[in-house]
């Protein structure tokens, strides 16, 4: 599977998506997740890293760039490039490839090559009352992932195969 898209009617639909990543999420992946102000991007990374055991406030990363949270199975970091001017800049934000098991990267076209290869891309956009999302593989992983994904009982609606 390449691709799967879905219309999230409410919050609660979007919560339930970020469950159904985390339940079916390969042991490392990078997830880069795009559309615009107000989409519902940090509201699917909170669901997915509550849902994978994150506890205590999980911060948005706009003004700090990276926010780190400790997972059973190593680290997931959650990136706001948004506020970046030019990829160089993510060298400051001492970012290594091995450290973190699980990237969640809003805005990522804004970090270009200095980012690990994308797993899965999420586009979110505002659609009537709710969103859509359309999930797209980027790498075998992220193929396994949706996979596993379109198998899971707990996705948000019916899936409609993306054109």
Do not use: N
């Amino acid at each position: 599977m390449e691709s799967l898209s879905l219309f999230l009617p409410d919050s609660e639909a979007t919560d339930a998506l970020g469950h159904a990543l985390a339940a079916s999420r390969p042991t490392s992946a990078v997830v880069h997740l795009q559309g615009d102000l107000g989409a519902g991007k940090s509201t699917l990374a909170r669901a997915l890293l509550r849902a994978l055991g994150v506890q205590g406030a999980i911060r948005s990363p706009t003004y700090t760039l990276v926010e780190r949270y400790p997972l059973a199975d190593g680290e997931a970091w959650h990136l706001d490039l948004y506020r970046i001017g030019d990829a160089g800049e993510l060298d400051f934000l001492g970012l290594d490839e091995g450290s973190a098991t699980l990237w969640l990267v809003e805005w990522p076209e804004r970090g270009g090559a200095g980012l690990p290869a994308c797993d899965l891309r999420v586009r979110l956009a505002v659609d009537g009352s709710g969103r859509s999302a359309t999930l797209e593989a980027r790498s075998g992983a992220g193929r396994e992932w949706l996979g596993r994904l379109a198998k899971d009982r707990q996705l948000p609606r019916s899936p409609v195969p993306a054109v």
